[in-house]
């Protein structure tokens, strides 16, 4: 049997960052590679209806050994890594039991982890850590998710004593971009609730996210020679500032934690013509994020009424929801995942999402779905780390869900 350790650095292996803007899902080949490889494994574990969808989505099922009346539990991750930061060429560095020193990451590039800078390394001291070596993201989000599915899946299939119910599997593409639910087919996946594994360090649990909407501004302006420019000149780079200048300065990312929403300014560029600015809204209360957009709205009347009509034009579209409303009706399914968690030795940690998940969109979608710590930290950067006993303590934790 191949353990889960073994099992993720053979998936990181893969390069499947996902890309914005290309058209097609998956956005890129290498999830469909990725994909098949993992496809021809389920079969060899002993799962049944393995199958790829035109969209990339992967599935399979796991039979029930028992006539017991179970429900059908889904377990959903994703294939894509970020698009961040590359996941090509991923070199983890395999450090058995960690001395709580800081870490060289890339002894050429002098890139190192610091204890001062990355306090949660201090965790896992006495522990197997995998790093990566400072030039790549490692995968763990979401590879380490899939590799304990796969790994829970293959010692149920070879276990007859572990009785349990029908288990569904996804693996789904283009999750990083916000398109990884898409084109789920939650009837045909057939699951009563799914967990997404796909959160951060041991003993983390979470049904709540925030409520998420994007906003697109765009500023018109009017050139003219700068030595003739008095009272002819509009400066659309000024009014961008000016508009950024009204938000609340305190709400931003690196300014807020916890239920603490935010503007997130993701680019600004422009000429003294035509001016544009991308924003990310974030809040975990419907109410809020209903104010937060209401407030660019108002700011870029006030510029147009300061500047003339049509100065400033701004367009917001709703991303995702707060699965929150969904998973309290039938909460027993968070209860279900905290007494494993309970029951694997963990600290239960229940905190809220500050982003986004599959299972938000899916949990509005008919497919109740709480999400489940990987053990992965630091994600998304040169500096992503996951223990493996956080792996293993993951694969417990699901194999406590799913048996009798």
């Known amino acids: 049997m191949k353990g889960v350790l073994k099992r993720f650095l053979e998936y990181v292996e893969y390069d499947t960052m996902s890309r914005e803007g290309t058209g097609t899902t998956p956005s890129t080949e290498g999830q469909l590679v990725f994909a098949r490889a993992l496809a021809e494994e389920l079969v060899e574990i002993g799962l049944e209806d393995v199958s790829i969808s035109e969209y990339g989505y992967l599935t399979a099922t796991l039979p029930a050994n028992t006539d017991e009346p179970l429900p059908t539990i889904g377990l959903i991750a994703h294939l894509d890594t970020s698009f961040e930061m590359t996941a090509k060429d991923v070199k983890?560095?395999?450090?058995?039991?960690?001395?709580?020193?800081?870490?060289?990451?890339?002894?050429?590039?002098?890139?190192?982890?610091?204890?001062?800078?990355?306090?949660?390394?201090?965790?896992?001291?006495?522990?197997?850590?995998?790093?990566?070596?400072?030039?790549?993201?490692?995968?763990?989000?979401?590879?380490?998710?899939?590799?304990?599915?796969?790994?829970?899946?293959?010692?149920?299939?070879?276990?007859?004593?572990?009785?349990?119910?029908?288990?569904?599997?996804?693996?789904?593409?283009?999750?990083?971009?916000?398109?990884?639910?898409?084109?789920?087919?939650v009837e045909a996946f057939g699951a009563d609730y799914a967990y997404t594994v796909d959160g951060g360090p041991a003993g983390e649990l979470t049904y709540e996210n925030f409520n998420a909407a994007k906003a697109w501004v765009e500023i018109a302006g009017r050139n003219a020679h700068p030595g003739d420019a008095k009272d002819k000149m509009i400066n659309s780079i000024l009014i961008g500032m000016e508009f950024n200048a009204m938000l609340p300065a305190d709400e931003v990312p690196q300014k807020t934690a916890d239920y603490e929403g935010y503007f997130h300014l993701m680019s600004f560029s422009g000429s003294i013509e035509e001016t544009k600015l991308v924003y990310i809204i974030r809040d975990f209360e419907a109410e809020g994020i209903s104010d937060r957009k209401e407030l660019l709205q108002d700011i870029a009347d006030d510029l147009n009424e300061k500047y003339g009509e049509g100065t400033v034009l701004i367009l917001m579209e709703d991303q995702y929801f707060n699965m929150r409303e969904k998973i309290l009706p039938v909460f027993h399914i968070v209860e279900k995942a905290r007494s494993a968690i309970d029951a694997a030795g963990l600290s239960t940690t229940v905190k809220p999402i500050r982003g986004g998940t599959d299972g938000a969109r899916l949990s509005f979608m008919g497919l109740p779905c709480p999400n489940i710590f990987t053990g992965a930290e630091n994600v998304h950067g040169r500096f992503e780390f996951v223990s493996r006993s956080s792996m293993e303590a993951a694969v417990e934790v699901l194999l406590r869900i799913l048996t009798v």
């Open 92 to 185: 983890p560095k395999i450090i058995e039991s960690y001395d709580g020193r800081d870490i060289l990451l890339n002894h050429e590039k002098n890139i190192w982890m610091k204890r001062d800078e990355f306090p949660n390394i201090l965790k896992y001291k006495g522990d197997t850590i995998i790093t990566t070596d400072g030039t790549t993201l490692l995968g763990g989000d979401d590879k380490a998710g899939i590799a304990e599915i796969v790994t829970a899946m293959e010692i149920l299939a070879e276990d007859p004593s572990r009785l349990h119910g029908r288990v569904r599997i996804a693996f789904t593409p283009d999750e990083e971009i916000g398109e990884g639910s898409d084109h789920f087919d």
